[in-house]
């Protein structure tokens, strides 16, 4: 499976990983577990420097819903996404719909300072 993560109840974080072609079917299996661990809340980091993507503009249509779908259930956790200059412009359009949600997001292209702002939000949440 091209995307792997680690939930963290303990320090209240989630770690995603994206190395491969991940297809709608991978982004959704993450989403049923993280809503199955109740993780909403935590705060989340993506490195998809290794990843791609040839999901159709209606898949990232059915993402973006989902994640829309989550702002009305929780309080949603700061978002870190690790990309590279050419994947931010393909992430924008997913990306999109989490920002609505009020809550911290940012982009880096570097995994180190995404797990320290990452972990500084982890420390600021309630």
Known sequence: MPLH?????QRR???IVADGNVSLADAMAFFDAIEGAKALPYTKLLDCRRGLSSMTAEELSSIAVRIRGHHDQSVMGAFAVVATDMQ???LARVLGAAAVAD???KMFTDIAPARRWRDAQSRRAP
């Open 13 to 15: 974080t989630v770690e």
């Open 5 to 9: 993560w680690t939930i963290d109840s």
């Open 103 to 105: 809550r911290p997001i």
């Open 88 to 90: 931010a412009q393909f």
